[in-house]
Every structure is written in structure tokens, then in C-alpha cells.
């Protein structure tokens, strides 16, 4: 009987479901990332499979790394993780079919070949994703919290987060500031040269009570003056900034309800960052 495979959804968890596929030598038909934002809705893609679920293993995972980049390159290993991260629907079988095929061992130059019928729609998903990562670099938009934490806000098509953060520990090294990821529930924490990963248990709820700072009604007021109402274009403005990413501009929507509005959120951190008073206390009053 073939299977469905359960994993969490990490990309490790995926290394190590593969890993586990050829060890055991499983006849798989599908996988099912279990998300917790996508819980509810989450259904297995074959109705006839038998559920599986395989738990992540870092030994596993790091070992098809190596096996990936001996095979072909620390390039396709990146182009797989990068697919990986669009969450589209398939793409694990997708994945699992190159892999498949560079592994057999058919064709010596097979993981060098871009053009083959497994790599091109691979290639297809990664440069969507990466324009979505170039595209967000210029979203992301912080407001300062009365205790001087900045925080800002994204909301991706695909899961990106983790991609584009070394981008801002390069651009903010001395800062103290946190990305939600307000779709999916969980952000990264920066403080002291250090990041950590959190869980957001009720994203809503920081922005609801993270009012906009002094520099964001300043930045609000600087777009509303120089805006020239005879040149709007709204047709080329939403060509070059998709609508989707309206939500989190300050520039494109500053709701009156927000200013002045006072209160507290919280992130959940991991225990082993929770013993820093700092971080344990990391609120927005």
C-alpha cells in the first residue's frame, strides 16, 4: 500500500522523510507538511493512502545534504530548498522525483543539467520564489515600540522569512528588532548580535496594539505631499507594488484607529532564550 508521508513541515523534516523513503524503501504517493497555521485545513492529497509520519533527524537531514551536493552541487542544493519554500501544492513528489533520478546514476552529468524534464520546473518555482524575497527586501517596514524595539510586520506569499534575514542583520547589526511573519505565526528576534526564532500565538494582536511611530507618520506625511494627483497611475502602481504587499505600507494605508492606541504583545520564545530577562520580557506597552 503506497503512503502518505507526515512531516513537520521543515525542510530537514523533508531531508529526513527522503532519507527514510530510501532506507525503508517506501512506496510513497504523497506528502503532507503538517503546518500548524494550515491545521485545520490540511487533508491528505490521496484519500486511499496509509498516513506515515517520520520525525525530523538533523544526522538524516545533513546527511542527503552531502549526498545532494556530492551528486550535483551546493547550487541545486540551494535551488531545492528554495523551491522547497513555496509551499506549493506537490512540490515534496516534485522534489523527490529529482532526486530520484539524480541518484539512480543513469547520467554522470544529470545533477549539472538544467535542462532536464525534472529541473525545469524546479527551476520555474525558485525564481518566483526569489522575486518574492527581492521584492520583500523593500517591504519590510519597521515601527519603533516605546522600548525601543523595532518591529515590523510581513506577510509572504511563500516562506521566506528565514531567507531573508541575514539581509537584515547585515543592514541593522546594532539594533534591537523582530519580523513576524504574520501569516504563518511565528518571526525572528535580534538583540545583542544574536537571532532567535518565535512563535506568535495571536499575530493580530501586535499589530493592534503597536501604534505607528513618530518617523512613520513622518514618512506618511513626506509620500501624501510629494504625491503628484495629475501623474497617479494606479494600473502601474499596481503593477510595480502588487496589492498584497499594501497591508504592511505605511505609505499606502495608515488607519486613524491605530494612532494613539496603547497595550501589550507578546511573543513566545524558545526556553533556552526565555532565560534572558531581556528577551523573557519582550513586550510592545
Not at 22 to 44: I, P, T
Not at 188 to 201: A, C, D, G, I, W
Request: glycine share 4%.
Amino acid at each position: 500500500m503506497s503512503l502518505a508521508i507526515h512531516y513537520d513541515s521543515t525542510f530537514d523534516g523533508f531531508l529526513s522523510a527522503v532519507f527514510e523513503i530510501y532506507r525503508q524503501h517506501l512506496d510513497v504517493s504523497s506528502f503532507v507538511a503538517e503546518r500548524s497555521y494550515e491545521a485545520e485545513h490540511e487533508v491528505s492529497s490521496d484519500l486511499f493512502a496509509q498516513p506515515f509520519h517520520i520525525e525530523t533527524s538533523e544526522e538524516s537531514a545533513r546527511r542527503l545534504k552531502r549526498a545532494i551536493t556530492n551528486a550535483a552541487s551546493k547550487d541545486v542544493l540551494n535551488l531545492l530548498e528554495t523551491c522547497f519554500r513555496s509551499e506549493d501544492a506537490g512540490i515534496e513528489m516534485n522534489i523527490l522525483a529529482y532526486l530520484r533520478k539524480l541518484f539512480a546514476g543513469l547520467d554522470p552529468n544529470y545533477g549539472r543539467n538544467p535542462s532536464s524534464l525534472e529541473m525545469i520546473p524546479l527551476i520555474t518555482i525558485a525564481r518566483s520564489v526569489r522575486r518574492e524575497m527581492d521584492n520583500m527586501y523593500g517591504m519590510v517596514r519597521f515601527n519603533k515600540a516605546p522600548d525601543g524595539m523595532y518591529i515590523a510586520e510581513i506577510e509572504p506569499k511563500y516562506d521566506i522569512l528565514e531567507m531573508i534575514i541575514g539581509h537584515f542583520r547585515c543592514r541593522y547589526p546594532n539594533g534591537t528588532w523582530a519580523i513576524i511573519d504574520v501569516k504563518r505565526g511565528f518571526g525572528v528576534y535580534y538583540e545583542n548580535y544574536r537571532t532567535h526564532f518565535v512563535t506568535v500565538p495571536d499575530p493580530s494582536y501586535i499589530s493592534a496594539h503597536a501604534p505607528p511611530d513618530e518617523f512613520t507618520r513622518m514618512w506618511k506625511s513626506y509620500y501624501d505631499t510629494m504625491a503628484i494627483k495629475e501623474r497617479l497611475n494606479p494600473r502601474l502602481l499596481r503593477r510595480c507594488l502588487p496589492v498584497r504587499y499594501w497591508k504592511h505600507l505605511p505609505e499606502r494605508s495608515l488607519p486613524s484607529s491605530s494612532l494613539g492606541t496603547t497595550g501589550e504583545a507578546r511573543l513566545r520564545l524558545p526556553s533556552s532564550v526565555a532565560k534572558s530577562n531581556s528577551v523573557a520580557s519582550l513586550m510592545l506597552k
